[in-house]
């Protein structure tokens, strides 16, 4: 039996270059560690987790006006622990929005947006405005009361740009109006654009942490 | 063994701050990015591995978060709310929670004199500001220094920021003017969500840079007063707020909750013109539509050729031709929401489309039944009954002689006949009479009916008309202890006494 897997172990290896996988990510050194680094992957977690979810409740809701809010009755009444899996994705959004913005205090507390790491803080702010993104955009799906005026009401806000205002307004509504184009084009943002926006800076963000390393603690030497 | 020069070097903190802002090569040359390098190489040798020493740490504060969230999802689960209803232009919008402040801070803005009419600067060029500050931190704080103690500028402003996020987003609920008028509530969110970190933030840039001998201690005291003034001011917007009053709006979740509950929006909204079962063909006593012919609603030609979203659409917006008044938010303020219409669909659907199987749990009967001598309460027997057959006609602005009937008060003291309508103990009560089928004629006009039989359209079922009777021959109780306390046992048959078998 241990043969087999040795050889399967092998097998794989020659092809996939685990041991490479190891040495270069697993084995890594790191300074040593403490509490406040883990809210980076704490969020990796979250997206992971909302990721899953969201995915399961998109095979039951319809982003239409007449069925969106039907749809999520029955995901809360109709569907075995869809309870569950919508409340998971209700409070996982919150805790994404807090645990990325605390660690974007820690790294700014730490300064450890300094040489080397510049581009790992401004790739961390594109996460961050997407992270904003995904709340808004996921907000208006339910379409409930809170989610209409609150997605009217932000985007006015959108419309009050100068000059370009009323085209920005027009392209996030779909016309002058919210309407089942609107509810579309949100939903098609929270399910494609801002997700595969997160995932590829999530990749640019852990290719430099892993290439940089985490960063230390600060002391008085620093 | 790697050997560290002593770091920083001496040389390094003779650099005054400002300067170093102009002269940024000269700090981040290539001799300072080695000895950072170095630095971070002596770290990772007193440090630890990836695998397993972080990983362990990140895996326990993620599964630590899964089980808030799941805790979260289930003990608190997610509000409900109504559908949406873009006619209902009273309600009153709120964000998600993570941009209350963003709201509350556009809000404060709006008050500012003459600034605050340019809107675009609050919601397009501050926040834009924010953002561009965040993305350029990096080059904009280009020293190498790291430690705290030697970074107290930003991390002061940052702190402030945080803090009047957070004290944004603790007064969203209050809002700016008073129902009397005063604006003391704007002022005082302006001074603790502007004025206050705004000073804090001029005098610790002066102090930075225009007196460069402030001390990092006073920085801080400066910071922290700051924190704490704009925490009190706060504290007394919130104490000085009027209690918000809590609107619990009944969503309706499960299938059996939204019959019901349409059960009770027909009731009163429609049984006046479609009456109870939803059979009328002609409008009877309803002011300014009498005689009207429609359709009945419970049958074929309503159920079968119009959709549920078709339905929702005529209530909420009415057939001016056929006679159906709209019930929606767009014509009248006071309507029915979304929401509602769909739960009276449902209602519609399940309980006259033969299509449909109505669960058995929504069939439960309207009251329950009486026994032998048992007298009828109004809060267990009378009021479901009158919600169902009569408040429909029977409430304010409607046409009914002033009677109206949506409470207990208002059953036994209101309309033009109160002195005969409701006699305890007399079966001669106008109230029994009109609803045995027996109209009342005006006394001084015997042709004319001074109240016709009610309800106009069908008479009650003969056990609804015996509670009435009973309620009224035995006094009109309200609660079911009053009732019960009337309860005449049925009397008692003569029994053989005890011990001998009856034949």
């Known amino acids: ?222 | 063994m790697v050997v560290l020069k002593p770091f920083p070097d001496p040389k390094m903190e003779q650099v005054d701050y400002p300067e170093e802002l102009g002269i940024t090569e000269a700090i981040m040359g290539e001799e300072t990015k080695q000895r950072i390098n170095e630095r971070y190489r002596h770290e990772l040798n007193r440090g630890e591995r990836f695998w397993p020493d972080s990983i362990f740490k990140d895996l326990i504060v993620s599964l630590g978060i899964f089980v808030l969230v799941i805790l979260l999802a289930t003990f608190i689960g997610v509000a409900p709310d109504a559908k949406a209803d873009p006619s209902d232009t009273s309600y009153l919008p709120r964000p998600e929670w993570y941009f209350l402040f963003l709201f509350k801070f556009l809000a404060i803005y709006g008050q500012i004199p003459l600034l605050g009419k340019i809107e675009w600067i609050a919601t397009v060029i501050i926040p834009a500001l924010a953002v561009l500050l965040l993305v350029v931190i990096p080059f904009l704080e280009r020293n190498p220094d790291r430690y705290y103690g030697k970074r107290v500028l930003p991390i002061a402003i940052m702190g402030l920021a945080v803090v009047g996020m957070v004290i944004l987003t603790l007064m969203s609920d209050v809002p700016t003017v008073t129902l009397e008028g005063s604006d003391l509530p704007g002022i005082l969110q302006a001074v603790a969500g502007l004025v206050i970190p705004g000073v804090a933030v001029i005098l610790l840039f002066l102090m930075s840079f225009a007196f460069k001998k402030a001390s990092t201690q006073i920085m801080l005291w400066t910071t922290g007063t700051a924190a704490l003034l704009m925490l009190g001011v706060t504290g007394v917007v919130l104490a000085l707020a009027p209690k918000a009053e809590t609107t619990e709006i009944e969503i309706a979740q499960t299938l059996v909750d939204q019959i019901l509950a349409g059960q009770d929006l027909y009731a009163v909204q429609c049984t006046e013109c479609h009456g109870d079962d939803g059979s009328v063909t002609t409008i009877e006593g309803v002011e300014g539509l009498e005689g009207k012919q429609i359709s009945a609603i419970n049958g074929h030609d309503v159920l079968y050729t119009l959709n549920d979203a078709a339905m929702s659409e005529v209530i909420a917006y009415g057939r001016p031709d056929a006679g159906m008044t709209p019930f929606g938010k767009a014509y009248n303020p006071e309507g029915l929401t979304k929401s509602e219409i769909d739960y009276i669909v449902v209602f519609m659907r399940y309980m006259w489309d033969d299509r449909f199987e109505i669960p058995e749990e929504a069939l439960k009967p309207l009251f329950p039944p009486l026994a032998d001598g048992e007298v009828p309460s109004y809060e267990v027997h009378i009021q479901p009954i009158v919600k169902r057959y009569c408040v429909s006609c029977h409430r304010e602005g409607k046409e009914n002689n002033n009677y109206w009937m949506t409470n207990y008060e208002e059953i036994l003291t209101t309309g033009d006949n109160v002195d005969n309508n409701i006699l305890p103990g007399n079966s001669e009560s106008y109230f029994l009479q009109v609803i045995q089928e027996t109209p009342i004629m005006d006394p001084e006009n015997p042709d004319e009916e001074l109240i016709g039989v009610m309800p106009p359209n069908k008479a009650l079922k003969p056990n609804v008309v015996d509670v009435f009777t009973r309620w009224i021959m035995n006094g009109m109780p309200e609660t079911a202890e009053q009732a019960a306390a009337l309860f005449v046992a049925p009397t008692p048959v003569e029994r053989a006494p005890s011990g001998t078998p009856t034949p």
């Open chain 1, 1 to 222: 039996m241990a043969m087999i897997l040795k050889k399967l172990y092998n097998w794989l290896d020659e092809r996939l270059g685990l041991k490479g996988i190891y040495d270069n990510i697993l084995d890594r050194p790191e300074p040593r560690g403490n509490w406040w680094n883990t809210l980076g992957s704490a969020s990796l977690f979250l997206f992971i987790l909302q990721g899953a979810t969201g995915i399961f409740l998109s095979v039951y809701y319809t982003p239409s006006p007449d069925h969106a809010y039907d749809s999520i009755q029955y995901i809360m009444d109709g569907v075995a622990f869809g309870w569950l899996v919508r409340g998971i994705h209700h409070w996982g959004a919150t805790l994404m929005v807090v645990i990325v913005f605390i660690h974007m205090l820690r790294v700014f507390v730490t300064a450890s947006f300094k040489y080397p790491r510049e581009l790992t803080w401004l790739i961390g702010v594109g996460l961050l405005l997407a992270t904003l993104g995904m709340g808004f955009t996921g907000y208006l799906l339910p379409w409930n009361q809170r989610a209409y005026w609150a997605t009217t009401v932000g985007t006015q806000i959108a419309g009050t740009v100068p000059l370009i205002g009323e085209f920005i307004l027009k392209a996030l509504r779909g016309g002058t109006d919210l309407s089942a184009l609107t509810l579309q084009r949100f939903f098609a943002a929270h399910i494609w654009m801002l997700p595969a926006v997160l995932a590829g800076l999530i990749g640019i963000h852990l290719y430099l942490i892993i290439r940089h390393g985490e960063s230390h603690l600060p002391t008085k030497e620093d």
